[in-house]
């Protein structure tokens, strides 16, 4: 409701006006009431339709349209039909809120990544992902500012302010977490190449907001040696007071768990994993409200707390507690994700951003700025690359990790977020960037630079999740970069496991040389141990799920079947037929037994 | 953020301040967010206060202390030191609100009651529970509002007025579930036992907020035979309208499911269950926000679709999917109950009950009249009971049955969100009932009949929590009414599962004599194979959770040990030491072993 006052700030105050509304108030109140609660349920059955239309189209194998652009155009349509029927009020409803966004959307995708991502990878592709999440970003705001300025100011397009175009720039910058999870953890890319795309654009959003909010801050003040030295201490502090944060909340976490002792309590058959459930959600959101409150970004503290909380909270939890965690954080991601794309998608209708078109041809330039703008992919992997050499342990960044890197610069909600406040903020009120008649720009027809900034951002969004989102699974298995045995996203195929677990426990190793932290605040005693158990763990929560061509119980658990030395009794509970669950244990004990391959 | 805009339209709407406070308001915006980001903040770590407190309690064996006690006694410490150290912003954006209570914290709570309850003895009890629900609250809200409107009137306590004290009656009068779950599922009653408290305790949620709603409409309606009979027939309407969008959005869940075969592919390990879980969530959320939006009973509607979705639709998740939405809708359902009872606590600082102590007589009989109008169970008992005689297959509904219905009358957050709404909009503004001077009610000092509705309410809430809640067990352990081997909650003991499986399908072939509808719905052919599925896969879901009493594994599936029929591997992977996941993998295969006692 918050965007509703945020109008009403924005309408002129007039003091009659109000008087009489006030006493119209309470009636409209319960109206309005109604109003929500039908917009509610529209905006959930959507959410059905996605989930019912993209499992159908996994099912039948169908690659070139991903979910995420099911899901914006379950929400077109549905508010195009509203539209259509005159049921603007409606709409008006499903308009696209930044608080919301902010406080229900975003926090359980991000921290959902953190908690089922892989630590390691992430860790060891730090360096080249900070650097395109921050100083590529960065470099990015100034070369899509620059171009789609210049362009305007050549009149080769709608002529958009400096200080506007600059704003543009950064926020078009953050490429999407949403939009990148979405479409990469469906398709299953090699884990190093996830690691890096997710956390560039996880971290380019905190960038986003900060760079976007610190340009904002110059529609009002005037630009000094001063300000600009505070924004970048500004910059530093938001970072490292999120991790802080994040980091704290986690490893909290690990050592209430840890005294709890639910873990050997299970052992013992007291089972109380709904408590661990319940609990382990109080951290996560503590941390990201917390750094919110203190103006940090909330996003940062909630993925480092989710990664740590993977890290070492996970060992605490009883094997059931473990499995539900994932698997519900997974759920309630994958809910809160696909509202995301259904709401961008009425989003487009309930925005008046087709009313004017004078501004369309700043989406032809501010796309092909955002390509020039992401080329600090290759710079960055270039710079990777030379500590990459025949010494190190790492491999360099291929060509066509770079070519991924590159094509994936998937635009979203962040984004869209941004320009949806700038809009109802109306920021930039200038039209035509102030200097009147470039580029044909009539100032007495066109739009504002906030509405232009609006249409194009949002054009833009849908463009990439549809155009590079539709083509990337192509792309991906054209440039090789797959998974093997198309085993599942963020996670790696059996067959590279005990790989992988070696590589997990140098890592770790060298943040906590004498493993004096994971024994502080777990009952594991070596993290090679703690890894094989990880791994062990994941492969039970997410057995093959969503990935149709891993078949074969081949992705199961290499632990089990070192324990289960003795599989002769599983035909015979396979065998134990005319029992409806026959299906599901006879399934269950099976698939432990297969010989790795 | 709604009780703002209801606060915004109560005060005085004077022009000039408006006009002044538009210009502020962006400012003020910016810190009102930071201070409502300290406020989820603060609300969700006491959650987690609540979990850990409730759980070493639990592990302790404490039970004159429910943990919904505990939540509220967190609330209450919390907002106490919040008003002690001067922080009464932070303290407003803690206030229950209405709103946030119907949309986001009852709707999960009630559906995970439907969903994880036993349907048949529910159905088996609807008679009792009926007539507890619809005729006892409507004779309850008269014999309340009645004694607390003569007691006031013969000057032995604060004298409200007429309709004040009906309309006290009517929403004192509905028992809580929220409450009432939390403290009997906990303490494992008998299941009949459980079904009737917990179906009243829904059923009589509805009829209070509808019989509040009728009676508010007269504080400003003539009250007619017309208005009368027009309240009746809503009554029926919002019932009848409520079960239909229930059974409908549970239906169609089913056949949904059914034609995913999500559950089939899982068995060729092709793995959905996040999907499963996401949309399951659909259905009965839809159901819920369009009866609301038409006026109905949300809760009502949530809690039928929940019952249907256990009957029907469960069967076509694949076991994973089904043990996943049980075990995540509990987790759910634990946070937002968790978070109603430090809502409650906090509310007892934050709204301004204590600051008048010329109503607190009011207490006393209000509690008196909460007790002798829930005299209405022993009538309805005895009336039941003349249906149950030696020739029924239904045993009669004991005395202490009767006494433990009798005195469980919990009240919670429904009767105070009620009470809240009242305060707020300042329904009852006459202070002393109007009528001056009476039981020594100075009209110039004491509070309005609005505020001393809240008082009592909140009052009696809280005391129903600590004194009741802390009493049942001891109560129950005394009466004899605790589910044999101290099972849990809502669900039986291993050594009645036969009995009650055959019970199960009687009871569901009476509605679906042919099993039509299982048969167009599921995959299932019988009622007694698909109670006994169900069985089986409930006791996978929750293995002996909470309940310390229930140890060495007796509660495990039936079914499992029937096809489990070759136990020596158990002992080899038992033995299997050394490794970390021994216990886990031991200890989930040995359970299924031990014969049942």
Redesign the interface.
């Known amino acids: ?2 965007w ?3 109008l ?2 924005l309408a002129q ?1 007039v ?2 006006r ?2 009489a509304e ?2 119209e ?2 009636l409209e ?1 319960e109206e309005e ?3 929500v ?2 917009a ?2 529209i905006g ?2 959507l ?2 339709v996605t ?2 239309v ?3 189209m996994e ?1 039948y194998g169908v690659t070139w349209m991903p979910e995420a652009a099911v899901g914006v155009l379950t929400g077109l349509v549905a508010a195009g039909l509203c539209k259509a029927t005159g049921q603007t009020h409606l709409l008006a409803d499903e308009r696209f809120d930044f ?1 919301f966004f902010m406080t229900f959307l975003l926090p359980p995708i991000i921290f959902e990544a953190g908690f089922n991502l892989q630590v390691t990878p992430f860790v060891r592709n730090l360096a080249p992902t900070a650097f395109f999440a921050f100083i590529g970003t960065f470099l990015s705001t100034f070369v899509v500012g620059g171009l789609v300025y210049l362009a305007g100011q050549s009149g080769l397009c709608y002529p958009m302010g400096a200080l506007a175009s600059l704003t543009f720039g950064s926020l078009i910058s953050a490429t999407d977490p949403v939009t990148v999870i979405a479409v990469f953890n469906k398709i299953g890319v090699k884990v190093d190449l996830f690691s890096m795309v997710f956390g560039e654009s996880v971290l380019n959003d905190a960038v986003a907001i900060v760079l976007s909010k610190t340009l904002l801050l110059f529609t009002t003040q005037e630009i000094t040696q001063g300000s600009v030295l505070t924004a970048s201490l500004l910059f530093v502090k938001i970072f490292a007071g999120s991790i802080a944060i994040g980091v704290a909340a986690g490893l909290l976490s690990s050592y ?1 768990f840890k005294k ?1 002792k ?1 873990k050997e ?11 661990e ?3 382990s ?3 996560p ?2 941390a990201y ?2 750094a ?2 203190l ?1 940090l970004s909330g996003l940062v503290a909630i993925l480092i707390c989710g990664m740590v909380m993977a890290t070492y909270t996970r060992y605490n939890l ?3 507690g473990a499995i ?1 965690t994932m ?2 954080y ?2 309630v991601a ?2 809160a994700e ?1 509202f995301v794309f259904v709401y961008l998608g009425m989003a487009m209708v309930s925005f008046p951003i087709l009313s004017h078109t004078s501004s369309l041809n700043l989406l032809v330039f501010g796309l092909l700025a955002c390509f020039v703008g992401r080329l600090h992919i290759p710079i960055g992997s270039a710079l990777t690359n030379c500590f990459r050499g025949p010494g190190s342990s790492l491999p360099p960044i291929s060509l066509a990790y770079q070519f991924i890197m590159w094509w994936s610069g998937l635009r979203g909600g962040v984004a869209f977020a941004l320009a949806a406040k700038i809009y109802s903020d109306n920021n930039f009120p200038a039209k035509c960037g102030g200097g009147a008649e470039l580029a044909g720009c009539d100032p007495n027809n066109a739009m504002n630079d906030s509405e232009a900034i609006l249409q194009t951002t949002m054009l833009i969004a849908a463009l990439t999740i549809f155009v590079f989102g539709g083509s990337i699974t192509f792309l991906a298995l054209k440039a090789n970069v797959m998974e093997t045995a198309s085993g599942g996203g963020a996670k790696s195929d059996a067959s590279i496991v005990n790989k992988e677990l070696e590589e997990n426990s140098q890592v770790m190793l060298q943040c906590d040389k004498n493993a004096f932290l994971l024994r502080l605040l777990t009952h ?1 005693t070596s993290y090679k ?1 703690a890894a094989e ?1 990880a791994k ?1 763990l994941e492969e039970e929560a ?7 061509g891993s ?3 081949s992705r199961r658990p290499s ?2 079947s ?5 599989p ?2 599983t035909s ?2 396979g065998k ?1 037929t005319g ?7 006879g ?2 004990l099976s ?1 432990t037994t297969p010989p790795l391959n």
Do not use: C
Request: hydrophobic residues 50%; charged residues 20%.
């Open positions: 409701m918050r509703l006052l945020a009403a700030a105050p003091a009659a109000l008087l006030a006493a108030k309470e109140a009431e109604v109003l609660h039908y509610i349920a959930v059955s959410l059905g989930f019912v993209g499992h159908v099912v608080e209430v709890l639910t309590e299970a052992q013992n058959h007291h089972e109380h994993f709904t408590m459930a319940a609990l959600f109080v951290f959101w503590v409200f917390i919110e409150a103006e009883s094997e059931k539900l698997r519900a997974k759920a994958a809910i696909t594991e141990q158990d062990a997410f057995p093959s799920e969503s990935h149709p078949s074969k119980g632990k089990t070192i324990e289960l030395t003795s002769p009794y015979t509970a134990a029992q409806t669950f026959k299906g599901w244990l399934g269950k698939t």
